[in-house]
């Protein structure tokens, strides 16, 4: 089970730090992403980290900005989101990778219930 957390309202600009802890299973085996999907849109891939923690792989958009990271001992990864700006609203979703692309929803087989962020302008 992925509890995602942290999203809210934030002025462009400004910085968010999403959350999603794990739960069942065995958490440090797992090759995590973010996705994120915007009223109208489909979902598209944010970054992912692997198992190990020490690949990780972002969206063009996203380099530079959004950082992934996990914390194994306590079954969480994260997304530090900065200089949000108004196209980054939508959902965020984390999720577990199953096989395939990493860049591809489809990949994933277990998802968390997503966590809204807005950036108003």
């Known amino acids: 089970q992925l509890q995602a957390s942290g999203g809210g309202l934030v002025q462009a600009g400004g910085s968010l730090r999403l959350s999603c802890a794990a739960s069942?299973?065995?958490?440090?085996?797992?090759?995590m992403g973010w996705f994120r999907q915007a009223p109208g849109k489909e979902r598209e891939f944010v970054t992912v980290?692997?198992?190990?923690?020490?690949?990780?792989y972002y969206a063009d958009s996203r380099q530079g900005r959004f950082t992934i990271s996990r914390d194994n001992a306590k079954n969480t990864v994260y997304l530090q989101m900065n200089s949000l700006n108004p196209e980054d609203t939508a959902v965020y979703y984390c999720?577990?990778?199953?096989?395939?692309?990493?860049?591809?929803?489809?990949?994933?087989?277990?998802w968390g219930q997503g966590t809204q962020v807005t950036v108003s302008s």
């Open positions: 999720a577990v990778h199953s096989a395939g692309s990493y860049y591809r929803a489809e990949s994933y087989n277990y």
């Open positions: 069942g299973g065995t958490f440090s085996r797992y090759t």
């Open positions: 980290i692997r198992w190990s923690g020490g690949n990780t």
